[in-house]
């Protein structure tokens, strides 16, 4: 008897933001290889069209947007974009974010704080109205949007810095409440929560803060780990496959933490 591949994508249209390295780069590549055709967006098009590049010599239909997930002009353009190329918005994945320098609170100019806002907060917002929107004339589909473990560790741990810590914790309480307000039209919508993933902006800042820190502090971070490393962008393949498949099909309005046990 054959047996039935719960995460089969088959035939799903999938957008994903971010999607031109790290994170969202692995995750266009995971939604692939369970089947999905991709829409990939980025504010950097020649990243996005690599990733188009990777997807294609594996046989999937990939195209690339470029948009500034800040504007609501150009998200709202990235979603039709997608309804025109496949027809259909079954999954979306809010990759995109980031973190650029780090104050103190009583430091923070307002310009840094509408700017880490804008792309880690009001960004999920804007994709999610947008998306929501097309999911709803077809009657069903998946968000999954990213946040932060720093939005869960205590404040003598803040990872990132306060801002982008509750930039990310935005992201998750806005994702639950979202979830309840659409479940009844078969929207699910859930949150990753990644810890320090190397080969992305946050790895980055979070080494260099280290070495700032001193050696010693470097290795009492890993040191809290439980699997006493980092992760890699590959390792949100699993968690955003199994979201965005049949086997998710009774999970909606959760976070779900994806940091080796730091948390």
């Known amino acids: 008897m ?25 995750v266009c590549e995971g939604l692939g290889e369970n089947g999905a055709d991709v829409a990939v967006a980025d504010l950097n098009e020649d990243s996005a069209k690599e990733t188009v590049g990777l997807l294609s010599r594996n046989g999937r239909k990939a195209f690339a947007i470029r948009a500034d997930v800040t504007k609501a002009a150009d998200v709202e353009s990235m979603v039709q974009q997608v309804v025109a190329k496949f027809g259909k918005l079954d999954i979306a994945c809010n990759i995109a974010g980031g973190i650029f320098g780090r104050y103190l609170i009583h430091e923070t100019p307002e310009e840094y704080w509408d700017a880490i806002m804008a792309l880690n907060f009001k960004s999920i917002f804007l994709c999610m109205k947008a998306e929501i929107g097309a999911m709803l004339k077809q009657g069903k589909g998946s968000i999954i949007n990213t946040s932060s473990v720093g939005a869960l560790l205590p404040g003598d741990t803040v990872t990132m810095g306060v801002i982008y810590d509750c930039a990310k914790a935005g992201v998750i309480c806005f994702s639950r409440k979202a ?29 260099a803060a280290s070495v700032e820190a001193s050696a010693e502090k470097a290795s009492r971070d890993l040191a809290r780990m439980a699997l006493g490393r980092p992760g890699k962008p590959e390792d949100m393949k699993g968690i955003v496959a199994y979201l965005a498949s049949d086997a998710a099909s009774y999970t909606t309005g959760q976070a779900f933490v994806v940091d080796g046990g730091l948390s």
């Open 2 to 26: 054959a047996v039935m591949n719960m995460f089969d994508l088959s035939g799903r249209a999938a957008l994903v933001t971010g999607g031109g390295s790290g994170i969202g780069r692995s």
């Open 179 to 207: 979830a309840g307000e659409y479940g009844r039209n078969e929207i699910r919508i859930n949150a990753i929560v990644p810890g320090m993933i190397m080969g992305t902006n946050f790895a980055a800042e979070r080494r």
